[in-house]
């Protein structure tokens, strides 16, 4: 364990894209939340850390690790909502998602990032490339290592990478320690202690729940003294299309398999609100599928729609839950010949 003293606020900070919600600079006092006994209120003005009591602190989280080490399941463990999609397909997440998560004590926004991996494709290049930014800006970077897999090349490429950022705290994340014996997690630790110089490791499980709120109030001790950067109901700033883009995705991910997973893209081409809808109240959101082959096409379809349907149903309904109201669903398949290698199919497909 490494006992530097909390950093002062950086300069460097990842930008923020514009459709976020910024928080108010000063003096918007948040209620405290009942769970959380905390001297402080609210954010201190002034970002110094030298106010009285324990400090208001914030800031940037990155969360790596291999493919299927359970990154996005624990950045919605922590949030509280489906912030990410999650499957047991490598590969689920693409892209970099904050999700933000705010207590009486402090506001972390967690940036979930793909797995990273030896890049395959140009998509797998610029994944990689997407990772490597946000380490440049983030105030800490958590290594979730699965307790149930022992430590591989992969992994220690990854801690590698991470120890390459010194401007960052480092924690370890022990997940889905549901898997493992109780006795069998000791070992693990230690395993995972002696790969690097940690500021702190914690074991947790995003399914069974236990020992999130460690995580959480430890993540929020390694952030340094400063005011909020979004406000507080704010869960993610990712927009609603793209949202329900990644829900339609996940809605297809467990079923297909072989190379069907990582050729599938999804986007949203419109959204129409419930209030332009003439007859009822319901929201209209188009979205394409995109796949790489005809033969894929007729897969995602399925004999007489099949398929397509039972995925529209299933990501209909999670449509629904987020938006709190009913949605219909319009799906198209597209194809897209290896999209995943050309640079002008990847811009168009937003990667
Ligand atoms: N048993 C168990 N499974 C988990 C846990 N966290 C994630 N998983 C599963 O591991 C798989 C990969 O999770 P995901 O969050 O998508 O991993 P990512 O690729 O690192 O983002 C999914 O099938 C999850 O349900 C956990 O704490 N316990
Ligand atoms: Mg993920």
Redesign the pocket.
């Known amino acids: 364990m490494s006992d530097r003293t909390q950093p002062e606020r950086s300069t460097a900070r990842p930008t923020k894209p514009a459709d976020a919600t910024p928080a108010p600079e000063v003096g918007h006092g948040e209620a405290p939340q009942p769970e959380e006994p905390v001297a402080h209120a609210g954010p201190v003005t002034d970002g110094s850390g030298s106010a009285g009591g324990t400090p208001f602190r914030a800031g940037f989280v990155a969360v790596v690790?291999r493919?299927?080490?359970?990154?996005?399941?624990?950045m919605n463990a922590l949030v509280g909502e489906k912030i990410a999609i999650?499957?047991?397909r490598?590969e689920?997440?693409r892209r970099a998602i904050r999700g933000i998560l705010t207590t009486a004590s402090g506001q972390i926004v967690i940036v979930?990032t793909p797995?990273l991996h030896r890049p395959r494709t140009l998509l797998g290049q610029r994944l990689n490339d997407v990772v490597e930014a946000e380490l440049d800006g983030v105030d800490v970077i958590a290594v979730?290592l699965p307790a149930d897999e022992p430590t591989g090349p992969g992994d220690r490429r990854i801690v590698a990478q991470a120890f390459r950022h010194p401007r960052a705290r480092h924690v370890a994340l022990v997940?889905?320690t549901?898997?493992v014996a109780r006795g069998r997690l000791p070992a693990r630790l230690v395993e995972v202690d002696a790969l690097a110089d940690w500021d702190v490791i914690v074991p947790v499980?995003?399914?069974?729940g236990d020992q999130v709120d460690d995580v959480r109030d430890e993540l929020i001790r390694q952030l340094p003294a400063s005011p909020q950067l979004y406000e507080s109901r704010t869960t993610t700033d990712d927009d609603l299309a793209t949202r329900c883009a990644e829900l339609v995705r996940e809605a297809m991910l467990e079923d297909l398999h072989d190379e069907l997973p990582h050729s599938l893209a999804v986007v949203v081409d419109e959204i129409t609100p419930p209030e332009e809808c003439a007859e009822r109240p319901i929201a209209r959101v188009y979205a394409s599928v995109y796949v790489e082959r005809d033969s894929q096409k007729g897969i995602v379809i399925g004999r007489g729609g099949q398929s397509l349907r039972r995925y529209g149903t299933a990501a209909r309904r999670e449509i629904e839950r987020l938006v709190g109201g009913r949605v219909h669903l319009d799906l198209r398949v597209k194809v897209a010949r290896e999209w995943q290698s050309s640079p002008k199919l990847l811009d168009r497909l937003g990667f």
């Open positions: 690790g493919p299927n080490a359970g990154k996005s399941t624990l999650t499957s047991s490598p689920t997440t979930d797995g979730c997940t889905k549901d898997r499980s995003a399914v069974s």
